[in-house]
């Protein structure tokens, strides 16, 4: 499968975005997929997950600001960030799995795509 993510951008501190993670190649509904994010300096760090069957786990450090989401019909899946903070600037990946794992960990997953910027002005 070869993902695609999109939606980064320049934003204000408090606004909200939309990133979007789309596949081609494979039946994404059969995925795992997860978003990461890499800051400025720092470590790339789990930010979300959605399984199959649509269960959800997120960070604690963006728990109720950010969402994800999928549309299989679409064959899509989204992070909705709001209440963006400066510490939120980062470069975002999605990545994709078919195998069960420990989806906060990026070892779980063999696919990535190549990641889309999000930078947080204060």
């Known amino acids: 499968v070869q993902l695609q993510a999109s939606g980064g951008g320049l934003v204000q501190a408090g606004d909200s975005l939309r990133l979007s993670c789309g596949a081609s190649?494979?039946?994404?509904?059969?995925?795992?997929v997860g978003w990461f994010r890499q800051p400025p300096g720092k470590e790339r760090e789990f930010v979300a997950s959605i399984t199959r069957s649509s269960d959800t786990d997120t960070a604690d450090s963006v728990k109720g600001r950010f969402t994800i989401s999928r549309d299989n019909a679409k064959n899509t899946v989204y992070l909705q960030m709001n209440s963006l903070k400066p510490e939120d600037t980062a470069r975002y990946y999605c990545?994709?799995?078919?195998?069960?794992?420990?989806?906060?960990?990026?070892?779980?997953?063999?696919?990535w795509g190549q990641g889309t910027q999000v930078t947080v002005s204060s």
């Open positions: 990545a994709a799995t078919r195998v069960s794992g420990i989806y906060f960990q990026e070892g779980s997953y063999g696919y």
């Open positions: 190649g494979d039946t994404f509904r059969r995925y795992v």
